[in-house]
Every structure is written in C-alpha cells, then in structure tokens.
C-alpha cells in the first residue's frame, strides 16, 4: 500500500454513461497525475495538477473528459459518454512537488470496463 | 515507433538466475524510472535515476546517458519477482509527465 487510494476499484457501466473516478494522494503531496493503462500496454499519461492548477493535458484527454482537483487534495476523473474504448486501468499518483523530476507513488488503479 | 522501447517483451527463467532488462528511448530525457506493477495493477516505484547506477538489494539499475539506453538487473531471482516491469521517462520538453515502455513480463520458476 503506497498511500495513494483509488475508489471504486472497479466500474462497469455502460455505453453512452457517464463515471466519475476519484483518487486520494498522500496528504502531504502536492503533485498528482492522472494515467491509463489499456491491456498489455505500459501506461499513458492524461493530465496532471500541482496543487489545484491542471498544468498539463494530454491529447489522449478528449472532450469528454474532465479532471479537477478542487482543494489541492482529492482529485476526480470523468469521463462522459462512455465508449467501449474507454475500457481500461485509470491509475492515479502523487508525488511531493519539491523538485522537477520525483518519485511517484502509484495508487492501485480503477478498472472500468464499458459494455 | 515507441520513444520508450523495451525488451524482451517476456521473460522466463528458472530461481537463482541473474536477470537483465533492456530500456531503450529516443528523446532527451531529465530522468528515467524504473517500476514494478503485479497482477492486480498495483505500481511500485523501484529507481530512478539520471545517471550512473544504483542498488537496491538485489535489483541494479544502470543508464548510458548518450546511447540513450538502461538496463535493470535482478540477482539470485526468485518466484517473489515475477512481475511485469516498466521502465519510463521524463522527457526534456514534458518534465512532469512520465512516458512508459510496454513492460516487461518476467516469470521466475522455481
């Protein structure tokens, strides 16, 4: 256990809804990244905040997603009219924020699977 | 092609072999991580590192900075290292986020 908690663990719904993920960082961390993890496949980075501030996005993030850490703390991820290509691990990290490049500490994912 | 390419893609050896991971990339990169994810998702930061090597325990890692290349190495291995193992990098020009390799699949029979 990193520290780094996911909810729910798992989520399947289906085609056209709307799911909504959250990730809570270790208390102290004021970086967190958003990943996703398809099959097979190492993970690919979607977004990632400093405190409140959303700094990066990937073009991987369409539309229909939408992240927000509102208070620094806890971070959610949505995704809107899901597609059977969503389907895959959402993972989230932190990291304390002090220097460029750091540690990250991994949560243990969220898998969804759209129907 | 991949800025993160790794191999072999599987691996398979018998307990007490000394195991060795290849990490090339094809960006400039600030620094490279090497992860351990088991079956369930869960990942664990193992090293990371911009230069030179480092140890802990039984696990190596070494980078080459300008052949742009990074091996892992696991000493006396065990069936408790089976595991898929990820290397990764912060790019020059993207500091914060980290892009992945494909993982490697390790399985250690005893």
């Known amino acids: 256990d990193t520290g780094v908690s996911q909810d729910p663990r798992h989520k399947i719904t289906k085609r056209g809804q709307n799911v909504t993920f959250r990730c809570d960082p270790i208390?102290?961390?004021?970086?967190l990244y958003w990943y996703r993890q398809t099959l097979g496949q190492g993970p690919e980075f979607l977004t990632y905040?400093?405190?409140?501030?959303?700094?990066?996005k990937s073009r991987l993030l369409s539309d229909r997603f939408s992240a927000e850490r509102p208070k620094g703390s806890f971070s959610t991820l949505e995704i809107q009219r899901t597609e059977q290509g969503d389907s895959a691990m959402y993972l989230c990290?932190?990291?304390?924020?002090?220097?460029?490049?750091?540690?990250?500490?991994f949560g243990p994912g969220t898998r969804l699977l759209v129907l | 092609k991949n800025e993160v390419e790794q191999s072999p893609q599987n691996l398979t050896a018998q307990e007490g072999e000394f195991i060795t991971i290849n990490c090339s990339y094809s960006?400039?990169?600030?620094?490279l991580h090497w992860l351990q994810q088991h079956p369930g998702g869960g990942i664990v930061s193992l090293f990371m590192?911009?230069?030179g090597k480092k140890k802990h325990g039984r696990l190596i890692a070494t980078i080459n900075i300008q052949e742009k290349h990074s091996s892992l190495h696991i000493t006396a291995s065990h069936p408790r290292d089976s595991a898929v193992y990820i290397c990764?990098?912060?790019?020059?020009?993207?500091?914060?986020?980290?892009?992945f390799g494909q993982g490697t699949r390790l399985t250690i029979n005893p």
């Open positions: 208390s102290e961390h004021n970086r």
């Open positions: 960006v400039g990169i600030s620094a």
């Open positions: 905040f400093q405190n409140e501030a959303q700094l990066e």
């Open positions: 990764a990098v912060h790019p020059f020009q993207g500091a914060q986020k980290l892009v």
């Open positions: 990290a932190s990291s304390l924020g002090l220097r460029e490049q750091e540690t990250q500490y």
């Open positions: 590192l911009s230069s």
